[in-house]
C-alpha cells in the first residue's frame, strides 16, 4: 500500500526504485543469506551499466555475498530476535574478466553502487609450473563417446590441444603417440534399483527451516549456498538447558579448497593437478539431488541460485537436502544388572552433492544431539584413466603410474585433499588450541601399585601459527579448543574437542610446482588468528595461482593465537591406489572428522 501511495504522489521513478530495493533489502532474514534472484539480477545490471558494461568480452566469473563483518553479525543477532531489527548494510563481490583483465568489485545492493573495484590481470588457466603467464590457455583432454555413455573409460591418448580462452581460438595442436583405444565392451554401469533407506523414518515435523535457519533438537544455524564452497555452515549453537540458552560453537564452516594431483609426471598428464573449488567450485557444480538415491523419503529441500558467465540467474532445483538420520546405532547404552538402558542415535544431516568432472563429491554436516558436528566427506563417480598399449600387467615394461584396470586401461594414482575452513567461536569469539600429549610414566614407587607404567597428560596451550601446525598421526595427541575466559562450574576449560581421521597428507616434495600451490598440504591442522581476507587455503585467486597467497604463506607470519577469534583449517587426505573393483564406476569412498564438546555442557546430552 505505501508504494502505491508513493506513485500517486508522483514521487521520482528513482526514490521509488531505491525504496523497493531498500524494502527488498530490508526483508531478509539473515545477513549470512545468500543473494537471491532479485539482488544477483540488481548486481548485474550496475556492472552492466557502469563503466565495465562498455568493455568487450564482459563475462561473470564470480557473483557472491561479501562477507559481511563478523563483529558486525554477531550483533545484530544479539539484538535481532527481540526487537526485529534490520540488519544496516548489504554487499556483494563480483569478479568479472573484460578486455583481457580482470576485475574485482565490491557493490552496495542498498544504494545500487560500486563501493571498490580492483583490477589484477590473473588468466584463470589450469596450473603453473615455473613458466612465465602471459595468456588465459586451456588445455584439452578428448575421449571417444561411441559405443558407451562413460566416455571417461576411453580416452585418447597422445592429443594436446591449447585454447586461448580470450582469442576462442586453438593456438597449439600435437598429435605426439598412438595408443591403441579402449574398448566400449564392460565400461557401462547400470544401478539396479532406487530405494529409500527403511531405518530413516523419522518425518520432517522436527526440522523447522525459517527462510536459511534450521533449527532442530538443540541445535539452530544458518545453511546457504556457494558458487565456490558448496554448503555454508554459519552461527550454529547448541541449546544449554541447564543455562536455558543457545551458546555459540561455529560461526562459519565450508571446504575451502580440495587439491587433486595426479601421479602421472608425463608429458600428458603432468598438467592434472586441480584445484576444485578454485577452478571450478563445487556451488556450480551441483546438479540437483536425487530424491530416494541422493537423500531418503524423510529429507526437505532446499533450492539453490548462481549466476552463469552472462550474469544471469540459475536456480538449482533441490541443491541441499536435509534430513533425520537413524542408522540403528546407539547414542549411549549400559547394561546394568539386568536392565539394559540406552537411546537411539537420531542426527540430523545437511547434504549437497557436487560433480566435479569425473568424480562426485558428497559433503555431510551432521548435528548429533550431544553436541557434537560430524563432518563428512563421501567420493563417488569414474577414476580418471589413460589409454596404453598393454594388455596385462606381464607386458608392462615401464611405470604406467597406475594399475591396470582392463586392456589398454590404466586407472591413475592420485590425490584427495579436502581442506575446511572452521571459524570456531567455542561459547564465544575468543579461544586458544589446547594440544595435549599422551606420555608413558613409570611408577617410581612399587609400594603403591604392582603396575610397572601407565599414560598421563601433558597440556600446552599452542601460541602461535606456526606452533599450531600439526601433523596428524605422530604421536598420541588429543586437540582441544577451548575458551580461557570460561570455567565449567568444577573449574574444567570450557571446550571443543578435535577427533580427527585418516592422517594422510601429501607426497610432494617442497620444490614441487602444485606443492608450492598447496603447500598446506603438508599439514593436516593449521590455526589461524580469524581474518576476514583469509577464507580461501589456496588463496582467493587459484587458478595458475603461484603459491604465494596460500594458507602456508600467512601462517608464516607467526601471529599469536592465544585467547583470540581463531580459524581452524583441517584436511581430510585420500591417497588413491585404484584397483579393478574400481571400474567401470567406483564404490563409495567415505572419510569424517568431528567436533566433540569437552567439558563444554554440564553432563550427557544425546
Known amino acids: 500500500m505505501e508504494l502505491i501511495k508513493l506513485v500517486s504522489m508522483n514521487i521520482p521513478i528513482k526514490v521509488i526504485a531505491i525504496f523497493f530495493l531498500f524494502f527488498l533489502y530490508n526483508s531478509q532474514s539473515h545477513p549470512l543469506d545468500p543473494l537471491n534472484p532479485a539482488e544477483i539480477n540488481q548486481s548485474r545490471d550496475i556492472i552492466q551499466k557502469s563503466r565495465l558494461g562498455s568493455l568487450s568480452n564482459l563475462t561473470f566469473h564470480y557473483l557472491d555475498l561479501e562477507e559481511p563483518e563478523k563483529e558486525d553479525v554477531i550483533h545484530w543477532l544479539s539484538l535481532h530476535k527481540p526487537r526485529n531489527i534490520s540488519f544496516p548494510y548489504r554487499q556483494a563481490k563480483v569478479v568479472v574478466r573484460a578486455n583481457g583483465e580482470t576485475h574485482e568489485v565490491v557493490l552496495d545492493l542498498v544504494n545500487s553502487s560500486i563501493i571498490s573495484e580492483k583490477v589484477s590481470c590473473i588468466p584463470l588457466t589450469v596450473g603453473w609450473f615455473g613458466e612465465v603467464k602471459t595468456k588465459r590457455v586451456l588445455r584439452v583432454t578428448c575421449f571417444y563417446r561411441g559405443g558407451t555413455t562413460n566416455f571417461y573409460a576411453r580416452p585418447i591418448e597422445g592429443i594436446i590441444t591449447h585454447i586461448d580462452v580470450e582469442s576462442r581460438k586453438v593456438i597449439k595442436y600435437l598429435d605426439r603417440t598412438r595408443v591403441p583405444l579402449p574398448k566400449a565392451e564392460g565400461v557401462d554401469f547400470q544401478s539396479s534399483s532406487q530405494g529409500s533407506i527403511t531405518c530413516n523414518v523419522s518425518n520432517t515435523s522436527r526440522i523447522i527451516i525459517e527462510g536459511n535457519e534450521v533449527k532442530w533438537a538443540n541445535w539452530v544455524f544458518h545453511v546457504a ?131 566435479v568432472g569425473n568424480y562426485d563429491y558428497g559433503i555431510d554436516w ?94 600446552r596451550i599452542m601460541k602461535t601459527e606456526v606452533e599450531a601446525k600439526t601433523k596428524l598421526g605422530l604421536e598420541p595427541s588429543d586437540f582441544l579448543f577451548i575458551n580461557p575466559n570460561k570455567k565449567t562450574k568444577l573449574g574444567n576449560d570450557v571446550a571443543y574437542r578435535l577427533i580427527p581421521s585418516r592422517t594422510a597428507t601429501s607426497l610432494l616434495s617442497d620444490d614441487d610446482y602444485p606443492q608450492i600451490r598447496a603447500a598446506y598440504t603438508k599439514y593436516q591442522l593449521w590455526v589461524t588468528p580469524y581474518s576476514k581476507s583469509e577464507r580461501w587455503a589456496a588463496g582467493f585467486y587459484a587458478d595458475r595461482s603461484l603459491g604465494d597467497d596460500n594458507l602456508a604463506i600467512w601462517s608464516r607470519r607467526n601471529r599469536t593465537i592465544v585467547n583470540k577469534d581463531i580459524v581452524l583449517w583441517y584436511t581430510l587426505g585420500f591417497h588413491h591406489v585404484p584397483c579393478q573393483e574400481d571400474f567401470p564406476i567406483m564404490p563409495s569412498v567415505y572419510d569424517s572428522f568431528e567436533l566433540r564438546p569437552a567439558n563444554f555442557l554440564k553432563e550427557t546430552h544425546c
Not at 259 to 270: A, I, L
Not at 271 to 294: H, R, S
Not at 367 to 372: E, L, V
Not at 419 to 443: A, C, E, P, Q
Open 225 to 355: 549456498l556457494n558458487s565456490r564452497a558448496g554448503t555454508i555452515i554459519s552461527t550454529a549453537s547448541v541449546f544449554d538447558a541447564t543455562r536455558n540458552e543457545y551458546r555459540p560453537v561455529l560461526y562459519r564452516g565450508h571446504i575451502s579448497e580440495t587439491f587433486v594431483p595426479y601421479m602421472d609426471p608425463t608429458f600428458e598428464w603432468y598438467y592434472k593437478t586441480f584445484m576444485d573449488n578454485g577452478e571450478f567450485g563445487f556451488g556450480g557444480a551441483i546438479a540437483g539431488l536425487v530424491p530416494l538415491l541422493d537423500c531418503p523419503s524423510n529429507s526437505v529441500y532446499m533450492d539453490g541460485y548462481l549466476v552463469d558467465a552472462e550474469g544471469q540467474v540459475v536456480q538449482i532445483p533441490r541443491a541441499i537436502c536435509i534430513f533425520e538420520r537413524y542408522a540403528g546405532d546407539a547414542a549411549w547404552r549400559q547394561k546394568l544388572h539386568r536392565n539394559t538402558k540406552g537411546e537411539q542415535e537420531v542426527t540430523l544431516v545437511v547434504r549437497m552433492i557436487a560433480t
Open 366 to 459: 551432521e548435528f548429533k544431539k550431544s553436541g557434537s558436528i560430524k563432518v563428512g566427506a563421501s567420493l563417488n563417480g569414474v577414476v580418471n584413466m589413460k589409454a596404453v598399449r598393454y594388455k596385462d600387467n606381464n607386458n608392462i615394461t615401464e611405470d604406467v603410474y597406475g594399475t591396470l584396470v582392463a586392456e589398454n586401461t590404466v586407472a591413475v594414482n592420485h590425490d584427495h585433499f579436502l581442506t575446511y575452513y572452521l571459524d570456531i567461536d567455542i561459547d564465544g569469539n575468543d579461544n586458544s588450541f589446547l594440544k595435549t600429549k599422551l606420555k608413558t610414566t613409570r611408577v617410581t614407587d612399587p609400594k603403591i601399585s604392582p603396575r610397572k607404567t601407565y599414560w598421563t597428560v601433558v597440556k
